[in-house]
């Protein structure tokens, strides 16, 4: 059996009530495009593969991929491609094809960098659904006022509808983590719910406002505007970051013009 690397944050899915539970949430259908990000010994594969015929996957670890094939090959149709998914092209992958719907239990130590990945490429990709853990999907969900809502929030809910959908236990895991997992659904949005003129100045707003999150945002954002300026998105330059809406972050950095985007 092969074992579990430390190195590429494996932990392999073994309860079959979450399983299911899982499966359930997805709601796979045949004809459906589904990409898996880091398969490992299928536990999620091979009940997709039973519902749909066919599945693609993206997997790291070239050791645990003979594993995986040998295990789907008398269960339907997988495509498996050797890649880092940081590094993957999704887009490739989606070609004419129709959106593709991602799915996996994405390694704790780089989910944050594979979201914004994720949702780079957006437009061909229908939902996703992840298991992550608890404090990022805390995070990932989180409204203004709330003591995790951040940049994680704003920028992903720019981006996608983000609803957490059930918690998982460390024992659903072998070998189980030191966290608790969560189970989050997200779609990206087909017409963005508000303006953004500039990603990159956007998400650079973004990270000066929560760069000192005791600030008001005169201060924090005093590099970027005035209180003036601030005060003429209707937004308070006393307020702190945590109290403002997602929309709120982009009618300021929609003040900005792109020479200010730095590298």
Do not use: W
Request: a positive charge.
């Amino acid at each position: 059996m092969h074992q579990p690397r430390k190195r590429f944050g494996q932990h392999f899915l073994h309860d079959h009530q979450v399983i299911e539970k899982i499966i359930k949430a997805i709601d796979p259908k045949p004809g459906e495009r589904l990409l898996e990000i880091g398969p490992g010994l299928g536990a999620i594969s091979l009940p997709l593969l039973k519902k749909i015929g066919k599945l693609m996957a993206v997997e790291l670890d070239r050791d645990v991929i003979p594993h995986l094939a040998r295990a789907a090959k008398e269960v339907g149709e997988l495509t498996i491609f050797q890649a880092d998914a940081l590094r993957f092209d999704f887009r490739e992958v989606a070609g004419d094809g129709g959106k593709l719907r991602l799915i996996g239990n994405l390694p704790y130590n780089i989910s944050t960098p594979l979201l914004f990945h994720f949702l780079e490429q957006k437009e061909c990709v229908k939902d996703m659904h992840f298991m992550l853990q608890k404090e990022v999907v805390a995070r990932m969900a989180a409204g203004p006022g709330s003591k995790t809502f951040g940049r994680l929030s704003v920028m992903l809910q720019a981006s996608a509808k983000v609803e957490h959908l059930f918690d998982i236990g460390r024992e659903a895991f072998t070998p189980p983590p030191r966290v608790e997992s969560s189970f989050v659904r997200l779609v990206p949005y087909e017409t963005p719910p508000f303006q953004i003129n500039d990603q990159k100045l956007f998400s650079q707003l973004v990270v000066s406002a929560f760069s000192q999150r005791r600030k008001t945002l005169r201060n924090s954002l005093k590099k970027l505007l005035d209180a003036d300026q601030i005060a003429s998105a209707g937004v308070d330059p006393t307020a702190r970051p945590e109290t403002l809406e997602p929309e709120q972050f982009a009618n300021l950095a929609n003040l900005l013009i792109p020479d200010q985007a730095t590298d």
